[in-house]
Structures are given as structure tokens and as C-alpha cells.
């Protein structure tokens, strides 16, 4: 039972190029998220995906894609990577509490980006 | 105004010292609250919810403030452990989630 998984860990990127951002989850969670961390900035959400086959735009959508393949896995995409994509990418798998109570978000170990 | 706001720190205390954190949120909507305790270099991991009641749980102490919209983390008997970025979480409906930008606890022996 590995969790939640990110592959790769770090990536250094020139600006221009493309990369996919992979990340699975064992714990057979309906929802998924990507986030990016940057210094003073908290996270912020990219995208979600509330069940398999779905996504949705989160706060900072521009200059991403995502894919939602499967209930496991959730790709994020940077199709032209630029310097201000420089961050920190996490996934989370979300575990939903029953009755609307609240929920637990479990995170990948992140993805370390610079992009040159 | 940002939606989640916290006091960034650091703090820095020593061994033993009692601590307290607050943070505000701007959404009188927000439905759920937590905090997230992230290591250095590391995932953010859930330390706790957080309730209108309060709720305990060892040596720390989460309560919310709905009227005045924040909510608090309290660590009594700091441990050289202890020492990370504390994240304020609120959620509500419709997959909307805001993460504070984080307090850093530095606690010294």
C-alpha cells in the first residue's frame, strides 16, 4: 500500500518544453487534485478531478492540462513550459468523511520543477 | 484580503514552551476546517480538524471562531519534533479548498 505516488521527483526543464506529471493513488479514492506550492504562497489549486472521466479547473488552470484516465491515475501536463511554472507539484487523493463531515487529503512526496 | 491568512513566523520557543496559532478566513461560508503540518521538504499531512467545540488531541488543541471567522492551534509542551510549517485548511462546497501559506515553528532545545 504505497499511497500516493509522483513520478518524476525532479525535473529541470528550458522553456519551450513539455513534460507530463504523473501521479497514482492505491487507496481507491473517487477524487483527485493537483496543487503547486510556491515560497509565501501556500498551495493552490490547479486542477481536480471529482471521479474517473472528470476534471475541472481549480485556481491557477492556465498553462496546464490534466488526464484522469483512470480511478488510479491523474497526469498534469505543462505543454509549454515556462520560468513562472517554476514550483513545487503535489498531488492528493482525497478521502471524503461520511455525512458531508469533512474529508482527509493524502499527498504525493511532490515533484520538483525549475524551468530555465 | 486574502481568503486564509496566516501569521507566517517563525516562531521561534524552546523545549517545553506552550505556542498558539491563529488563522482567519474571509469565506462566511467556509464549511470544514483543519490543519496540515508539513516538514521540511516534505507532503503536507493532516494533523487535525478542527470544530466549533474544540478538539484535543494530545498535546495539541484545534478551535474555531465562527463569529469572528478564524480558528486556532495550540501546542502545549513543545517537542524538538514539533518543529515544521503549520498549514490553516478550509473547505467548502464544491471541491473549493484554500490552504493558509503556512506558520513555521522552529522550537529549540
Known amino acids: 500500500n504505497a499511497g500516493v505516488t509522483q513520478t518524476p521527483k525532479f525535473q529541470v526543464l528550458k522553456t519551450g518544453q513539455s513534460m507530463t506529471l504523473q501521479c497514482a493513488q492505491d487507496m481507491n479514492h473517487n477524487s483527485m487534485y493537483w496543487y503547486r506550492q510556491d515560497p509565501g504562497m501556500g498551495l493552490r489549486l490547479i486542477y481536480y478531478?471529482?471521479?474517473?472521466?472528470t476534471t475541472d479547473k481549480g485556481e491557477v488552470p492556465n498553462g496546464y492540462n490534466v488526464s484522469r484516465l483512470n480511478k488510479r491515475e491523474f497526469s498534469l501536463r505543462l505543454e509549454s513550459a515556462a520560468p513562472s511554472q517554476t514550483s513545487v507539484y503535489f498531488c492528493?487523493?482525497?478521502?471524503?468523511w461520511g455525512q458531508g463531515s469533512g474529508e482527509t487529503q493524502y499527498f504525493g512526496p511532490g515533484t520538483r520543477l525549475l524551468v530555465l | 484580503r486574502k481568503e486564509v491568512e496566516q501569521d507566517p513566523g517563525p516562531f521561534n520557543v524552546p523545549e517545553g514552551a506552550t505556542v498558539a496559532f491563529n488563522c482567519t478566513y474571509s469565506n462566511s461560508a467556509s464549511q470544514s476546517f483543519f490543519w496540515y503540518r508539513q516538514d521540511c521538504r516534505k507532503e503536507p499531512k493532516l494533523l487535525m480538524s478542527?470544530?466549533?467545540s474544540g478538539n484535543e488531541d494530545g498535546r495539541f488543541t484545534a478551535q474555531l471562531n465562527r463569529a469572528s471567522q478564524y480558528i486556532s492551534l495550540l501546542i502545549r509542551d513543545s517537542k524538538l519534533s514539533d518543529s515544521a510549517t503549520y498549514l490553516c485548511?478550509?473547505?467548502?462546497?464544491?471541491?473549493?479548498?484554500?490552504f493558509g501559506a503556512g506558520t513555521r515553528l522552529f522550537v529549540k532545545a
Open positions: 485548511v478550509v473547505t467548502w462546497g464544491g471541491f473549493k479548498t484554500i
Open positions: 478531478s471529482a471521479s474517473e472521466g
Open positions: 492528493a487523493s482525497i478521502e471524503v
Open positions: 478542527v470544530y466549533s
